[in-house]
């Protein structure tokens, strides 16, 4: 079974700081994708990575995949409130399957403004 | 277009009882799954249907039924429903774009058995 651990579950910190979400597994993903949760909604897709050591930037937030394809982090740079939500990160699985997703537990974000 | 739209949006059901949760997509996405989302626990895998006819189990597929009749629905039933069932349920559907498999999810329906 293919598993996904998502650190910190839980972050508060004040608006203007950088932050860092892990999402980390013992297996191998042919592509991660992170979304974000908005109360009382779907997920939405932030980004798919693919490749191993990619880095994407999406304004003032950097994704990275790992190297072996197993892992993956977010950075947000000077965090605003509009910031806060439940980040989630999913991995796709190789061949046969690969349309099964599997989610980390989230992070749940909230900026102080 | 609506993209993904899921029906009821909330929904008390007591313990022994049966109901449909609807999902309806107009992407014409080949793909289309079901998830159910608990606290501290992301989402996960109920069943998934990789076109119309063919469905199979996912993570979590104990006391639901689907089935995918046509491109565009792909309901879940809960055939009995217990305690252990209260949740937030997803549908999303999905189409293959290289090694990406962009999920669109629908708004959600927040299910409590009693």
């Known amino acids: 079974t293919q598993l996904l651990e998502q650190s910190p579950q839980f972050l508060s910190i004040q608006e203007g700081e950088n932050l860092t979400v892990y999402c980390n597994s013992s297996?191998?993903?042919?592509?991660l994708q992170w979304y974000r949760q908005e109360p009382g909604e779907g997920p939405v897709l932030l980004v798919t990575?693919?490749?191993?050591?990619e880095v994407k930037k999406l304004k003032r937030l950097t994704f990275q995949f790992g190297d072996a394809r197993k892992d993956s982090s977010l950075h947000i740079t000077a965090a605003q409130p509009g910031d806060t939500g439940l980040y989630l990160c999913?991995?796709?699985?190789?061949?046969?399957?690969?349309?099964?997703?599997?989610f980390g537990q989230g992070t749940r974000l909230t900026i102080n403004p | 277009n609506a993209g993904v739209t899921q029906t009821p949006k909330f929904q008390v059901l007591k313990t022994g009882q049966s109901m449909t949760l609807q999902c309806a997509q107009d992407?014409?996405?080949?793909?289309m799954s079901w998830y159910r989302q608990d606290p501290g626990m992301g989402l996960r895998l109920i069943h998934y249907?990789?076109?119309?006819?063919?469905?199979d189990q996912g993570e979590v597929p104990n006391g639901y039924n689907v089935s995918r009749s046509t491109t565009e629905d792909f309901p879940l039933r809960l055939l009995s429903a217990a305690p252990s069932q209260t949740s937030v349920y997803f549908c999303?559907?999905?189409?293959?774009?290289?090694?990406?498999?962009?999920?669109?999810f629908g708004p959600g329906t927040r299910l409590t058995v009693t």
């Open positions: 999303a559907s999905s189409y293959s774009e290289g090694l990406s498999y962009e999920q669109y």
């Open positions: 297996s191998v993903f042919s592509s």
């Open positions: 990575v693919v490749t191993g050591g």
């Open positions: 999913a991995g796709v699985g190789r061949g046969q399957g690969a349309q099964k997703l599997v």
């Open positions: 992407m014409n996405h080949e793909y």
């Open positions: 249907s990789v076109g119309a006819g063919i469905t």
